[in-house]
Nanobody, 126 residues
Framework: QVQLVESGGGSVQAGGSLRLSCVASGYTSGPSCMGWFRQAPGKEREGIAA????????VYVDSVKGRFTVSQDNAKNTLFLQMNSLKPEDTAMYYCAARRDYACGAWRYPAFFPYWGQGTQVTVSS
């Protein structure tokens, strides 16, 4: 059973930075597509970044491109999301997700990922 546990959320002022982590257990070898999603109150869950092929492939939604960086430490089974230049509109619950796959073809869609973490809250004040 794959388990994902996020950490690193918190409250920051606009322009600040946070680094989210997601530790995976129960599945630590083989192909994987890992994604980061966020969900603000009253809004749908939004895919914001994904990584595959051991970290050689990454993709971002336009709203975070250039500010967020997704990476992974395969030895520690950990996924990261470095978030810089944070804006109030980045405020949301952030989730990591996983799928046993060589690529992340439908990474924007929550249904693509069978495994999810519990989420970590990020709040950005102006």
């Amino acid at each position: 059973q794959v388990q994902l546990v996020e950490s690193g959320g918190g409250s920051v002022q606009a322009g600040g930075s946070l680094r989210l982590s997601c530790v995976a257990s129960g599945y630590t070898s083989g192909p994987s597509c890992m994604g980061w999603f966020r969900q603000a109150p009253g809004k749908e869950r939004e895919g914001i970044a994904a990584i595959w092929n051991g970290g050689n492939g990454t993709v971002y939604v336009d709203s975070v491109k250039g500010r967020f960086t997704v990476s992974q430490d395969n030895a520690k089974n950990t996924l990261f999301l470095q978030m810089n230049s944070l804006k109030p509109e980045d405020t949301a619950m952030y989730y990591c997700a996983a799928r046993r796959d060589y690529a992340c073809g439908a990474w924007r869609y929550p249904a693509f990922f069978p495994y999810w973490g519990q989420g970590t809250q990020v709040t950005v004040s102006s």
